[in-house]
Antibody, heavy 121, light 111 residues
Framework: QITLKESGPTLVKPTQTLTLTCTFSGFSLSTSGVGVGWIRQPPGKALEWLALIYWDDDKRYSPSLKSRLTITKDTSKSQVVLTMTNMDPVDTATYYC?????????????WGQGTLVTVSS | QSALTQPPSASGSPGQSVTISCTGTSSDVGGYNYVSWYQQHPGKAPKLMIYEVSKRPSGVPDRFSGSKSGNTASLTVSGLQAEDEADYYCSSYAGSNNFYVFGTGTKVTVL
C-alpha cells in the first residue's frame, strides 16, 4: 500500500521560512525513475506545481518560485523536505506531496492528504 | 510558465456526456504525450484519472476517456453519475525548463 503524508506548521508569519516534510511508504525513492513532488492549492483556487526531486537527486523547480524553494530527500527515512523562504499571505494554501514518474511516465499517481498552511501575522 | 486553460465549468444530466478542454502550447500539451487529468472532490486530494493522454489507471471507470489534438487535450466523462461531480484539472509535462504545469480547473456539475 502506497501512502504519503505531509507534516509541518499550520501557521507561519510573513517573511518566515516554511519547512514541510513528506513521509511516504510503499515505495522507495532509490528506485530508478521515481520522484516525489510538491503541489499547492490556495483556497478555492487551482493546483500549482512547486518542485520535484528524483531518485538520483535531480531537482526541478517551478521557474516562478525557484529562488524561494529548496527540495531535499532522505532516502533512508523515506522523506522529502520542501523549504520555502520569505513566506507571504498569498502563499496560504494546502500543500500536497505526491509520487511521480513510476514506470517511466510523467504524472503524479499517489497523493498525500495535504496540509493547510496559513501565512498571517 | 502559464497555466493550461480550462473552462471554469461544465455540466450535464445523469447519463449524458460532458467534455472538458485543456489548451496549452506546443511547449507543453502539444509537444508531449504526457497529459494527465485529476479529479478532486471538495476537501479531498486530487485523484489521477487519465495519464499519457488516454490511459486509465487501474480502478478508474471506462466512462472516463482522454484525447489530444494539437495543443488541446480533452477529457470526456460518459454516462455521467452523481459521484462525477467534482473539480477536474489537466496537467502536462512542459520540457526540461518549465517541467510541469497544471490547468486552471473545471467544475463539473451533474444536474
Amino acid at each position: 500500500q502506497i501512502t504519503l503524508k505531509e507534516s509541518g506548521p499550520t501557521l507561519v508569519k510573513p517573511t518566515q521560512t516554511l519547512t514541510l516534510t513528506c513521509t511516504f511508504s510503499g515505495f522507495s525513492l532509490s528506485t530508478s525513475g521515481v520522484g516525489v513532488g510538491w503541489i499547492r492549492q490556495p483556497p478555492g483556487k487551482a493546483l500549482e506545481w512547486l518542485a520535484l526531486i528524483y531518485w538520483d537527486d535531480d531537482k526541478r523547480y517551478s521557474p516562478s518560485l525557484k529562488s524561494r524553494l529548496t527540495i531535499t530527500k532522505d532516502t533512508s527515512k523515506s522523506q522529502v523536505v520542501l523549504t520555502m523562504t520569505n513566506m507571504d499571505p498569498v502563499d496560504t494554501a494546502t500543500y500536497y506531496c505526491a509520487r511521480f514518474g513510476w514506470s517511466g511516465s510523467l504524472h503524479f499517481d499517489y497523493w498525500g492528504q495535504g496540509t493547510l498552511v496559513t501565512v498571517s501575522s | 510558465q502559464s497555466a493550461l486553460t480550462q473552462p471554469p465549468s461544465a455540466s450535464g444530466s445523469p447519463g449524458q456526456s460532458v467534455t472538458i478542454s485543456c489548451t496549452g502550447t506546443s511547449s507543453d500539451v502539444g509537444g508531449y504525450n504526457y497529459v494527465s487529468w485529476y479529479q478532486q472532490h471538495p476537501g479531498k486530494a486530487p485523484k489521477l484519472m487519465i495519464y499519457e493522454v488516454s490511459k486509465r489507471p487501474s480502478g478508474v471507470p471506462d466512462r472516463f476517456s482522454g484525447s489530444k489534438s494539437g495543443n488541446t487535450a480533452s477529457l470526456t466523462v460518459s454516462g455521467l453519475q452523481a459521484e462525477d461531480e467534482a473539480d477536474y484539472y489537466c496537467s502536462s509535462y512542459a520540457g526540461s525548463n518549465n517541467f510541469y504545469v497544471f490547468g486552471t480547473g473545471t467544475k463539473v456539475t451533474v444536474l
